[in-house]
């Protein structure tokens, strides 16, 4: 592959598979690389592909306005989010949890944190799936939140 053509991956995202980890970087945010116009095989991609690859932080930014109607604290800050996968066509896909198995608010969370996902401009589909490694607890509340609760 030519050498212009290639994209550099963002601090923190693994270059494979463009995954996120949402605990592992200390290094200051950085916006990834812009994705050219013309992918490898010579096509253009979509327009909403061309417009930029969704970042981090506007994702991060979108879910934090999702809120577990039974607790005052957005479910970023509750730990409720465990992955990021961005994509240069400008899917996304969220690994979540919830607080417990027999969450109330199991049906309708990933809903809206999918819904709140695709509102970012340079998302082009989001999905959100449900998983239960490691089991949610306490700890993966941020300070924020456990000041909120007066869990501190």
Same mark, same amino acid.
């Given at each position: 592959?030519? #050498?212009?053509?290639?994209?550099? !991956?963002?601090?923190?995202? /693994?270059?494979?598979?463009? =995954? %996120?980890?949402?605990?592992?970087?200390?290094?200051?945010? #950085?916006?990834?690389? *812009?994705?050219?116009? &013309?992918?490898?095989?010579?096509?253009? !991609?979509? !327009?909403? /592909?061309?417009?930029?690859?969704?970042?981090?932080?506007?994702?991060?930014?979108?879910?934090?306005?999702?809120?577990?109607?039974?607790? *005052?604290?957005?479910?970023?800050?509750?730990?409720?989010?465990?992955?990021?996968?961005? =994509?240069?066509?400008?899917? +996304?896909?969220?690994?979540?949890?919830?607080?417990?198995?027999?969450? !109330?608010?199991?049906?309708?969370?990933? +809903?809206?944190?999918?819904?709140?996902?695709?509102?970012?401009?340079?998302?082009?589909?989001?999905?959100?799936?449900?998983?239960?490694? *490691?089991? &949610?607890?306490?700890?993966?509340?941020?300070?924020?939140?456990?000041?909120?609760?007066?869990? %501190?």
């Amino acid at each position: 592959m030519d #050498e212009k053509n290639q994209v550099e !991956p963002a601090i923190g995202m /693994a270059e494979e598979t463009g =995954h %996120f980890s949402l605990e592992a970087s200390d290094a200051p945010a #950085e916006k990834a690389a *812009p994705v050219s116009a &013309w992918t490898p095989d010579g096509e253009v !991609p979509a !327009p909403a /592909a061309r417009a930029g690859m969704p970042d981090e932080e506007s994702v991060i930014e979108a879910i934090a306005t999702v809120y577990d109607p039974e607790i *005052p604290v957005n479910i970023y800050e509750l730990g409720l989010i465990y992955a990021i996968d961005l =994509h240069e066509d400008g899917s +996304v896909k969220v690994e979540m949890t919830l607080t417990a198995p027999n969450c !109330p608010s199991a049906q309708e969370l990933p +809903v809206q944190v999918k819904e709140a996902v695709e509102k970012i401009e340079t998302v082009t589909s989001a999905t959100v799936e449900i998983v239960w490694e *490691p089991p &949610w607890d306490m700890s993966r509340m941020s300070e924020d939140a456990r000041l909120a609760l007066n869990m %501190f």
